[in-house]
Every structure is written in C-alpha cells, then in structure tokens.
C-alpha cells in the first residue's frame, strides 16, 4: 500500500481541511492514481466522517467571498480518468410512489464536490478557518453530500460486481 493509500490511525488524524486539500490536488493533477476506486471510497468516505463532526456554529449563512469558480468546462477537461461515468440512483428514497430512477454520473458527482471543497479551501485561507469549517458543513448539506453519497454507493456496486467479474 502507497503512502498515498495510508489509512489515518489514532496517532495520526487528518483535518477535513487536510483531505480536501488532497482531493482537490488529485482533480487538478490529471494524474492516474493507482487503485483510484479504494482510494476515492476511503477518500470520500473520510470527507463524510469529518465534515459532520464539525461544531455547528449556530449561524447558517456562510458569507460571501471573492472565489472565483473554475469553470466547469475547464475542470473537466483536466479530471483523471475515472473507471465508469453512469449509474443509476433512486430520485428520491422517500417518494416509495414514484420510485424514479435517474441517470447519475460520477464525474459530475467528483466535479461538484471538487468544486465546494476548493471554494471552502479558498475561505479558509483567505479569511478565516471557522468560514470554512461552516461554508463546507453549510455545502455537505446543501449540495456535495448528495454528490458524494451517490458516488460511494455507485463505487460499491462498481467494486462488488468487479470482484464477482473476476471470479
């Protein structure tokens, strides 16, 4: 296992900031990433168990800054290659009536994730970390926990059918 494939045990725990910073770096590096399917399992993974143990603050507006967003055109262009684009997902858990069933895609899911990280990376440095801390609660809630939700399950089922594949 890479060092880049290192788990965090007890004598060595990574802020949300430090894993949002190295998913970020990996979306722009269009670099491959060896075991890229485990490594974005346990990186997503991880950006879901941190970003929920942030305090919640009380406040809900997370400001304004001067980000300016990398068009989104232009950062999928650059992104890695990735092992599968669609999937499929329920439209809404809850609507058991409905059921819907609806295309996602995993590079849409990983931009827009990249996209609030680095924005929350962004605040961070450029005016305080507790902005940050609320911007990136504030967008898990609102917008990537969705992304980020529907991509691991899609990962699951991609690594779960592969292991039977190779049998």
């Not at 990398?70 to 990735?82: A, C, I, N, Q, T």
């Not at 590079?107 to 929350?120: A, E, F, K, N």
């Not at 691991?152 to 592969?162: I, K, P």
């Amino acid at each position: 296992m890479g060092d880049d494939m290192q788990v965090t045990g007890n004598s060595m725990k990574r802020t949300f900031k430090d894993v949002a910073h190295e998913f970020c770096r990996w979306a722009e590096s269009a670099e491959p990433k060896a075991d890229l399917e485990r490594w974005l399992v346990i990186t997503l993974s991880e950006l879901i168990h941190l970003v929920v143990k942030i305090n919640d603050d009380g406040k809900d507006d997370a400001g304004t800054h001067e980000f300016r967003k990398r068009d989104y055109k232009e950062v999928r262009g650059s992104f890695p290659h990735l092992p599968f684009h669609w999937y499929f997902e329920s439209a809404d858990c809850f609507e058991l009536e409905k059921n819907e069933v609806l295309p996602g895609e995993l590079l849409d899911d990983l931009i827009d994730i990249y996209q609030d990280l680095s924005h929350g990376l962004y605040i961070h440095e450029h005016t305080a970390p507790s902005e940050a801390e609320r911007f990136w609660r504030q967008a898990y809630r609102i917008h990537w926990g969705e992304h980020a939700t529907s991509a691991l399950r899609a990962l699951y089922y991609y690594e779960r059918d592969s292991v039977y594949r190779e049998r």
